[in-house]
């Protein structure tokens, strides 16, 4: 087989096993929950029968191991439980699947985390291609000042500054990203400008200067002082030579920050009241929704492993180097 | 250079000549030859100590000491005005710097504790106890630790305890990781083995021998993940499931003030004051970068272009 084709199966698999590892996790974390859990949720006047109805529902009765395999063959069916909030000490039930739940909510996350992509992958590139080309002048200095500073900015801090220029002192975006199905795209686009915004300046700081330095490291390699001595211009140098070889750490460095995206989403989301899965996991959080949460964990923790893993294969394929670790 | 000389001391005159600098002057010297950036950064880290310690004699009012008028605008008896119940806006910062900060401090050296003797521990025995750390620690960095962090704190509930246990448990995952990686190179060294043979146990090892010749790096990670732990519990305070009120805490106060926003366009001064919060939070990043930046370039032995 081919030596590519071994290593990424490798990697294919040990992604998998964090994938279980990663879900029996999650699936431990309701263990943990003290005994009474059952009387919190649903109130001082349930009864013990009622109680003991929940504990069935939720499968106490069962040893942990039957349960997890249940769990993960719900979740595989994209059955992801059943909500614990709207259940009363009565007994009535109106509580909604989790899945149900999130569905709608990931669009919505994708959808400003697709967008802060489309802005912030191009943009970074171009910064910092440019920063390379003309390297120490002030150009150079000020983009790399002002992308220091905002990545030890609190998202949060970005974000009211954003809303109190943009949104408070001039009337131009508005400051609420409430949006449902029937918004549509135009006015959608509007209401997820700031949101947007924010997330880019927070992610697009570190692919700069990652493409920064990459090209940078490369311009001292001797077939560049080649390429420049043969008359290329610096341009070309950089574009044509440079480049190529710099693919490699640029798309690793894009896909960790869109995995980062995924954790910046959380905070960005509850600023700009979004109606999106990181402010549904924070208020399951508040509410101490467990099955919610783990729901919404899950599919965190597998878009952050899965763009981790994307990462390390490009890598792999286009530096070939790394097949053959010293 | 007279010739009459009537008493010779060697001692009095090579220790004229050899005299060690002392720590103080050492200090003072790399003072002044520091840049303007890593004497700003270490001004405000001092500044912040001093308010966080000094918290109760600075502060005009008590933490949550609650005046019969909300919202109220900047003023010579507010200075900064007064929150959504009333509570007086300076005194919380100030009282803020000394429980954010406070935990942050608590939070990173728990996890330095945590993560750096099992680094150390792994990094020695590179067998089982190797294995098993570093493979726990591959999985729980394989979920991003501020999700972690909400997972753990839904389950056992947003105490100030609970979360500064949890936080310096994800967080020492990184400095398991740093510590080991650094840690490796040193523990191969002649003179570990030298103390293994003496029959020293495995805590003098770690104390005495590996950690003294692995400690730049590991000062460094040490501002670098204080501003990261910072960062993360101003987050999820912000998030309302971190810090709980009547704390007084600056991720927590944006967001109790974040409507005051709104009414910029009227009073600018209303407008900045859920900011001030957040730019103590980013001020302090700053500085601790700054500073960290400044060590790294000296310790690692670079000389200056120029």
Redesign the interface.
């Known amino acids: 087989m081919h030596p590519v084709l071994v290593t990424v199966l490798q990697r294919l698999a040990l992604g998998l096993a ?1 994938l279980v ?2 879900s029996i ?2 699936f431990i ?2 263990e ?2 003290p005994g009474d859990f059952g009387q919190i949720i649903l109130g001082q006047a349930a009864t013990k029968a009622t109680v003991a109805a929940f504990r069935a529902e939720l499968g106490l009765d069962m040893p942990a191991y039957l349960r997890y395999f249940d769990w993960i063959a719900g979740v595989l069916q994209g059955d992801l439980g059943t909500s614990f909030s709207g259940r009363a000490a009565s007994g009535q039930d109106r509580s909604r699947e989790v899945a149900e739940l999130i569905g709608p909510r990931l669009q919505n996350t994708l959808f400003l985390a697709g967008i802060t992509a489309l802005i912030s992958v191009p943009l970074a590139l171009i910064l910092g291609i440019s920063t390379a080309l003309y390297r120490n002048t002030i150009y150079d200095r000020s983009i790399n000042a002002a992308t ?2 905002t990545i ?6 970005v974000a ?2 954003l ?2 220029f943009l949104s ?2 001039n009337q131009w975006l508005p ?1 609420l990203a409430n949006v449902d199905a029937s918004t549509p795209l135009g006015e959608r686009l509007t209401r997820i400008a700031l949101p947007a915004l924010t997330l880019t300046l927070v992610i697009i700081a570190h692919m700069m200067r990652m493409t920064r330095a990459a090209i940078i490291n490369l311009l001292a390699s001797p077939y560049i002082q080649m390429a420049r001595l043969s008359g290329a211009s610096r341009t070309e140098v950089i574009v044509k030579h440079a480049l190529p070889n710099a693919w490699a750490p640029i798309a690793t460095v894009i896909a960790f920050n869109l ?2 995206l ?2 910046g989403v ?2 960005v989301e ?2 700009f009241v979004y109606p999106g899965i990181g402010q549904l ?2 208020d ?3 509410t ?3 099955p919610v ?2 729901g ?2 899950l599919i ?2 597998v878009t ?2 899965l763009l ?1 893993l994307t990462a390390d294969i490009i890598g792999i394929i286009t530096n070939p180097r790394l097949l053959h670790p010293k | 250079m007279s010739e009459d000389i009537q008493t010779y001391s060697a001692t009095a005159e090579s220790g004229n000549v050899y005299e060690r600098r002392s720590r103080w002057a050492k200090i003072k010297l790399a003072a002044r030859k520091s840049p303007y950036t890593a004497r700003f950064g270490i001004t405000v880290i001092l500044i912040y100590v001093l308010v966080a310690l000094l918290a109760p004699l600075l502060a005009p009012y008590g933490e949550a000491q609650v005046f019969p008028a909300p919202y109220e605008p900047w003023s010579s008896t507010h200075f900064f005005g007064t929150d959504q119940i009333g509570r007086d806006i300076f005194s919380r910062m100030i009282y803020g710097a000394r429980n954010t900060v406070g935990i942050a401090v608590a939070t990173t050296l728990l996890s330095f504790l945590i993560g750096g003797s099992l680094g150390l521990a792994a990094a020695i025995d590179r067998r089982w106890i190797d294995q098993i750390f570093s493979r726990s620690v ?2 729980l960095m ?3 630790s ?3 962090a ?8 947003s105490t100030v305890l609970n979360l500064i246990i949890i936080i310096a448990v994800l967080d020492a995952t990184r400095v398991f990781r740093l510590t080991r990686s650094v840690a490796v190179n040193v523990v191969v060294m002649d003179y570990v083995e030298a103390a293994k043979l003496r029959g020293e146990g495995l805590g003098w090892v770690m104390r005495r021998e590996i950690l003294p010749n692995i400690l730049p790096p590991l000062i460094a990670e040490f501002g670098l993940r204080f ?1 990261f732990v910072f ?1 993360t519990i ?2 999820l305070s ?4 971190g810090i709980q009120p009547p704390t007084a805490d600056w ?1 927590s106060m ?2 109790e003030n ?1 409507n005051l ?5 009227y009073d ?1 001064r209303a ?2 004051t ?2 001030l919060p ?2 103590a ?2 001020l302090l ?2 500085a601790v ?1 700054f500073v960290v930046d400044w060590f790294l370039h000296k310790t690692s032995g670079l000389r200056d272009e120029q």
């Open positions: 964090t590892a990663v996790i999650i974390s309701i943990m929950l220091l500073t030890s900015f609190p998202e949060f801090f009211y500054i809303i109190l408070s002192l400051s995995a980062y995924v954790v959380v905070v509850v600023v996991m924070v399951a959080v508040t101490r929704d467990i949460v783990q919404c964990a965190f923790a952050y492993i981790n | 591959d999985v394989a979920i991003p501020l999700i972690f909400l997972v753990l704190l839904s389950i056992f509930g501003c960062l101003a987050a912000f998030l309302g499931v991720g944006v967001r974040a926003l709104q009414f910029a366009q600018l407008g900045l859920p900011l957040a730019a939070i980013a990043t700053v970068n």
